[in-house]
């Protein structure tokens, strides 16, 4: 098994920042890509950044050059680094790791984004 501890939401005013984490623990044999969706209400889960083993990045365009995806493998840890926030950024943000054969997804953190 695979526990997800994921941290770091709350409430931002627009413009601020915040820093999610998720760190892996438990079966870990090797973690492979990483990565970061949201739901917000009403909406499907969208992906907002992933991360390979290798650091490769990939972003969704609505958050491009705002958000920030980073991994610390010693610390089996994916953080996500969001600057200039939205409104629209509000969301559920869940982190998700992906192993040899499975995939794995944290509780979710809300991020909300209101003056």
């Known amino acids: 098994q695979v526990q997800l501890v994921e941290s770091g939401g709350g409430l931002v005013q627009p413009e601020g920042s915040l820093r999610l984490s998720c760190a892996a623990s438990?079966?870990?044999?090797?973690?492979?890509?990483m990565a970061w969706y949201r739901q917000a209400p009403g909406k499907q889960r969208e992906l907002v950044a992933s991360?390979?083993?290798?650091?490769?990045?990939n972003y969704a365009d609505s958050v491009k050059g705002r958000f920030t995806i980073s991994r610390d493998n010693a610390k089996n840890t994916v953080y996500l680094q969001m600057d200039s926030l939205k409104s629209e950024d509000t969301a559920v943000y869940y982190c998700?790791?992906?192993?040899?054969?499975?995939?794995?997804w944290g509780q979710g953190t809300q991020v909300t984004v209101s003056s």
């Open positions: 438990g079966n870990i044999a090797r973690l492979r890509d």
């Open positions: 998700k790791v992906m192993l040899l054969f499975s995939t794995y």
């Open positions: 991360i390979t083993s290798g650091g490769s990045t």
